[in-house]
């Protein structure tokens, strides 16, 4: 699947990767990871300024680049190996996915140009307290009074959810799941960060009371929308589950090759080599997983959802796994708080579960196969 990116995405993961070597090395990566924001709002601008990353797959129409969905994986690839910490994931893969897929052009011309632009940080509240991320999970509640809608209830793992300055809310109306924006400050809102494994990824608890709220798109019929925003985020994540696992493969081969035990490099012996090849495996599955998913996003092929639960599955695990190796190549020291293999591992659990565990994918890749 090498053969999906030519010499233009070669250059854009040269320019991404330098750039985020710069602005994303661990000791800032550690720093923001203590901050309730959990970006740092100087290099969010620069993302959208020197690179335009915030409006990459946005239509030129609303301010966007216009570009496809092997730019995308492109870029979180390059952010997954570098841990960086800002609201793409959720203001770019996420919400502006979601927006774009609603068919309501009076929100797409409201929120999609400051998207692009960096100077709105959107985010898509789904989850709820069973952390299920399907259409029977929703429950928030969505009134109407004359002609104005108020949401009542509460919404979990909502990433960025203390910072974003718009809130794509997922409710059920009496004509069924719809989706609602809520901006910032509005009444009734609050909003408490979660304590979770992965501080890399902020999330937060969202509490709706009375609050009002703007309709996306017509009542009840949100679910097709949400869907697809969800196959895509899933692609895009399992790209930066395969970027992550590359680094933490090239971390584990680094250490092999310098630490020496017994009067040898440790990469010398046969249980190391063994698992390095194993971990090697693993990544470059994950890697043709999240290509041929982004390929087939990119494509807008029908079958993207089967891909897409496919290369969630896969890059999951393997991240996971290659995570852990790690840590058994490094020894004592890739247990210790100073050494940042942890992190990779907390990224590889935390990514592992959201948008969906491997078990909860490969049952709706039966389904969506029609097997089950």
Not at 93 to 108: E, T, W
Not at 116 to 142: K, Y
Not at 255 to 284: N, P, T, W
């Amino acid at each position: 699947m090498e053969a999906v990116f030519g010499a233009e995405h070669e250059e854009l993961r040269s320019a991404i990767r330098r750039f985020l070597e710069r602005k994303s090395p661990e000791s800032e990566v550690r720093r923001l990871m203590e901050t309730t924001a959990g970006y740092d709002p100087a290099v969010w601008s620069q993302m959208a300024d020197q690179l335009g990353l915030q409006g990459l797959i946005i239509p030129e129409q609303f301010g966007g680049s216009g570009y496809g969905y092997v730019e995308l994986i492109v870029v979180l690839e390059e952010m997954g190996r570098a841990l960086l910490c800002a609201p793409y994931f959720s203001s770019v893969v996420m919400a502006a996915n979601l927006l774009i897929a609603s068919r309501d052009d009076g929100a797409k011309k409201d929120y999609l140009p400051g998207i692009a632009s960096g100077s709105v940080i959107a985010t898509v509240a789904l989850a709820e307290a069973d952390g299920r991320w399907d259409e029977a999970c929703v429950t928030l509640r969505a009134d109407c009074h004359g002609g104005r809608w108020t949401l009542t209830g509460e919404k979990l793992f909502v990433f960025d959810g203390v910072t974003a300055d718009v809130v794509l809310a997922v409710a059920r109306t009496p004509g069924g799941v719809s989706v609602f924006a809520v901006e910032q400050g509005a009444a009734g809102l609050s909003a408490s960060p979660m304590p979770t494994m992965d501080q890399t990824r902020k999330q937060a608890r969202l509490a709706f009371d009375s609050t009002p709220a703007r309709l996306i798109g017509r009542e009840g019929e949100a679910w097709p929308a949400i869907s697809a925003m969800l196959d895509l985020a899933v692609v895009a994540l399992a790209a930066e589950q395969a970027g992550g696992a590359q680094k933490v493969l090239e971390m584990a081969v680094e250490y092999a090759k310098v630490r020496v035990q017994f009067g040898r490099a440790i990469g010398s012996f046969q249980a190391i080599k063994h698992k390095c090849a194993d971990m090697l495996l693993e990544v470059e599955s994950a890697k043709s997983a999240a290509y041929y998913a982004g390929q087939a996003a990119a494509a807008g092929d029908e079958e993207l959802p089967v891909l897409a639960s496919l290369a969630k599955s896969r890059c999951s695990e393997a991240y996971a796994r290659v995570a852990a190796e790690n840590i058994q190549v490094h020894g004592g020291i890739g247990f210790t708080w100073e050494h940042p293999a942890h992190l990779y591992f907390k990224r590889a659990k935390s990514s592992e579960l959201i948008l969906g565990d491997p078990a909860y994918h490969r049952e709706l890749l039966l389904q969506r196969l029609g097997l089950s």
